[in-house]
C-alpha cells in the first residue's frame, strides 16, 4: 500500500489537507559536461527521476520486450561497444533475422533530437517502438509486453515508485526506456582529460588531433564529435539491397544518400562502421575518405576533394580516435544490467 504523510495548512481562515506520498520518485538532473551545449529539452515531458531510469534499465535488459524473450535492447545495444552493436555490421533478430543497418551507440542522445541513420524518429520514445514492434528485431507488440510485465510483482513496485501506481502501460514502459537511454552519457574519455589539464596527449596523438581539426571538425565538431546533420559522405550503396537514407523519410531528392554524420566518441570500440557497417577498422574509414569517395549528385560539397593524407598522418589521425573511448562509460555499473552495482 502506498504511504501517504497527511498535510494541514491553514490558508485565509481555512483549514486545507492534502495528502502526499512518502515515496515521491527522486528527481535527478541529467550531467552537462562543461564547456558542452545545453541540451535538447527531451525530458520536458518525461521528467527525470531515480526511479524512472532504475526501472528503465531493468526494461532495456529484459528479454521480455521481445517476443520469445530472447532479444532484449541490450542484445544489440552492448555497453562495450558504448551500446552498439560489437563487431557485427548487422545485429541478428527474432527468428534468426538481421537488421537492416549498423546499431548506432547509444549515447550523449540529449544532444540530438532525430534519431536513427536517417532520423526517422523525434523522441526517444517514439524511436524505442520500431525495434520492439519491428519483425526483424524484437518482433513483439507492446500490448503484450503490458500483459507479460503486469504479473510481475517486482515490476508493479517499480512502476508504482517510478510514476505513482502500479499501473503498467506501454507509454510508462516508453517512458522508462527514454530516461534511462537519455541518461548515458559519455564525457570521460582522454581527449577529455587533456582539454581539463589532467591528461596529456602524446606527440602521435597531438599531431592527429592537428589533422583532425583541419579535415574532420567541419562535420564532427567537439565536443560531441558531431553536427548532428545529414550528409552523402560518398559510399556507394550495396548493389543488392540499396539504403538511401534519409530521403525515405523526407521524400526530398536531395536527401538521397544522406545518413546522420555519428558522434566519433567511443569510436575506437563501436566497429564496424558506416550505417551498412561495411568498414571494419578505423584504417578502412580513414582509406574511403583518402581514396575511396564515390561522386554523385548529393555528395557533402566539402567531399569533392578527397582527404589526402601520407602513411604517417592517417596513423596518427587514428591514434587520435582512439583518444575519444571513454573506459568509464563502458564500464560503468550504473548503466549495466541490474545488481552489475
Known amino acids: 500500500m502506498k504511504k501517504l504523510l497527511t498535510l494541514s495548512l491553514m490558508i485565509g481562515g481555512i483549514l486545507w489537507t492534502t495528502l502526499i506520498p512518502l515515496d515521491k520518485p527522486k528527481l535527478i538532473k541529467l550531467p552537462v559536461p562543461p564547456g558542452w551545449p545545453e541540451p535538447y529539452a527531451i525530458f520536458n515531458d518525461n521528467p527525470?527521476?531515480?526511479?524512472?531510469?532504475?526501472?528503465?534499465?531493468?526494461?532495456?535488459?529484459?528479454?521480455?520486450?521481445?517476443?520469445?524473450?530472447?532479444?532484449?535492447?541490450?542484445?544489440?545495444?552492448?555497453?562495450?561497444?558504448?551500446?552498439?552493436?560489437?563487431?557485427?555490421?548487422?545485429?541478428?533478430?527474432?527468428?534468426?533475422?538481421?537488421?537492416?543497418?549498423?546499431?548506432?551507440?547509444?549515447q550523449n542522445l540529449a544532444w540530438s533530437n532525430a534519431y536513427n541513420w536517417d532520423g526517422a524518429f523525434p523522441t526517444l520514445e517514439s524511436q524505442a517502438v520500431s525495434p520492439?514492434?519491428?519483425?526483424?528485431?524484437?518482433?513483439?507488440?507492446?500490448?503484450?509486453?503490458?500483459?507479460?510485465?503486469?504479473?510481475?510483482?517486482?515490476?508493479?513496485?517499480?512502476?508504482?515508485?517510478?510514476?505513482?501506481?502500479?499501473?503498467?502501460t506501454s507509454t510508462r514502459i516508453l517512458k522508462a526506456l527514454a530516461q534511462f537511454s537519455g541518461m548515458l552519457v559519455s564525457a570521460s574519455s582522454k581527449y577529455d582529460q587533456v582539454l581539463m589539464g589532467k591528461d596529456s596527449f602524446n606527440s602521435s596523438e597531438q599531431r592527429g588531433y592537428e589533422l583532425f581539426k583541419l579535415h574532420c571538425e567541419s562535420c564532427h565538431k567537439e565536443p560531441l564529435f558531431t553536427d548532428n546533420s545529414f550528409r552523402n559522405n560518398g559510399l556507394k550503396p550495396d548493389t543488392h539491397e540499396p539504403d538511401y537514407g534519409r530521403v525515405g523519410v523526407t521524400g526530398v531528392v536531395s536527401d538521397s544518400l544522406r545518413f546522420r554524420v555519428p558522434s566519433l566518441r567511443n569510436v575506437g570500440v563501436t566497429q564496424p562502421y558506416m550505417h551498412d557497417g561495411r568498414f571494419y577498422s578505423l584504417h578502412k574509414v580513414i582509406e574511403h575518405y583518402s581514396s575511396g569517395i564515390q561522386k554523385s549528385a548529393t555528395l557533402d560539397s566539402i567531399l569533392l576533394k578527397p582527404i589526402a593524407l601520407d602513411p604517417r598522418e592517417k596513423y596518427d589521425l587514428e591514434r587520435f580516435l582512439y583518444t575519444l573511448t571513454d573506459s568509464t562509460f563502458l564500464t560503468n555499473p550504473s548503466f549495466g544490467p541490474p545488481g552489475a552495482d
Open 48 to 106: 527525470l527521476t531515480e526511479e524512472g531510469f532504475l526501472l528503465g534499465r531493468k526494461l532495456f535488459y529484459d528479454g521480455r520486450l521481445s517476443k520469445d524473450g530472447n532479444f532484449p535492447c541490450a542484445s544489440c545495444h552492448e555497453q562495450k561497444a558504448a551500446f552498439a552493436t560489437f563487431d557485427h555490421d548487422f545485429s541478428h533478430g527474432f527468428g534468426g533475422a538481421f537488421t537492416t543497418r549498423n546499431a548506432p551507440a547509444l
Open 132 to 168: 520492439i514492434t519491428a519483425a526483424n528485431e524484437m518482433a513483439e507488440d507492446l500490448d503484450s509486453i503490458v500483459l507479460k510485465l503486469r504479473t510481475d510483482k517486482e515490476y508493479q513496485t517499480m512502476f508504482r515508485k517510478a510514476f505513482g501506481s502500479k499501473e503498467i
